[in-house]
Structure formats: structure tokens, C-alpha cells
């Protein structure tokens, strides 16, 4: 689908012109034939774009900054804000973790039946005699 207006070279100046300040003069700098003019009459606004895009490319190849925004970090150690970082790792337990130490927790809960050879080191402290326990 064509605008309307595509042959107009108002549109297209306006196109430029709401790019970031700075990045719309890289672009310009790309479009100016030898005599200093921009032909918009000559461009379509597919090729406007790939300009666009080329310049963008090029400014993230070379790691120039970004003087459009200003961008908050923590560390004043000047990184880049596309670097990887470390995430926290959150507080709160996953699924699998909290059943894992539910089923932990019950099966620790109860004394289990202990064998003979166990029980025969045990000394029932009510009675006195070797070989079991209390509760057992």
C-alpha cells in the first residue's frame, strides 16, 4: 500500500527530522549528494530506512555512545548497558524446591523403626536394660 503523499519530499524531510537530533545528522551526513543538498525526490522511503538502519548498525559496531538518552546506572565504572550481568537470584523458593523440602522435612519427622542391632546399643533410661528405648 502507497501513501498518498509518497511523492511529496515534505514527508520525507519529516521522517528525518523526528530521528534523535544527533543521529539524524549521522543520517543526513549519508544523504547529501556533492553539492550539499539531500534529494528526497530522489529517495523512497525503503531507501530513507536502510540509511537509517546502516548508520545504526554502524554506531553499534563501534560502541558509540548514546547521546539521546541518558542512561542511570549503579556502578560509575562506565560499562556499557548491554553487557551481561549477574541476576539476583530471587528470594522466594521454586515449586520443585519447596516440595523437595516438605517431603524432606516429613519423612525426618517421626522416629523410624531401628533395627536390632541398633537398639542393642540403646539403654532404656526407665527400666535400665539394653536393647530398647521408650518410645519404641
Not at 517421626?110 to 526407665?126: D, G, I, M, P, V
Request: with cysteine.
Amino acid at each position: 500500500m502507497e501513501l498518498l503523499e509518497n511523492g511529496l519530499e515534505h514527508w520525507k524531510a519529516y521522517f528525518i527530522d523526528g530521528l534523535p537530533p544527533f543521529f539524524a545528522e549521522r543520517v543526513k551526513k549519508t544523504l547529501r549528494n556533492s553539492q550539499g543538498v539531500i534529494p528526497y525526490g530522489t529517495y523512497t522511503y525503503g531507501k530513507l530506512i536502510g540509511a537509517c538502519t546502516q548508520e545504526g548498525d554502524f554506531c553499534t559496531q563501534f560502541d558509540l555512545p548514546d547521546s539521546g538518552k541518558s542512561t542511570k546506572h549503579r556502578d560509575s565504572s562506565g560499562s556499557t548497558p548491554n553487557r551481561p550481568h549477574k541476576r539476583r537470584k530471587s528470594r522466594r523458593r521454586s515449586r520443585e524446591e519447596r516440595e523437595e523440602r516438605r517431603g524432606h522435612r516429613k519423612s525426618h519427622r517421626f522416629t523410624k523403626n531401628r533395627s536390632r542391632r541398633e537398639l542393642a546399643k540403646f539403654r532404656c533410661y526407665k527400666c535400665g536394660k539394653f536393647g530398647h528405648i521408650v518410645n519404641n
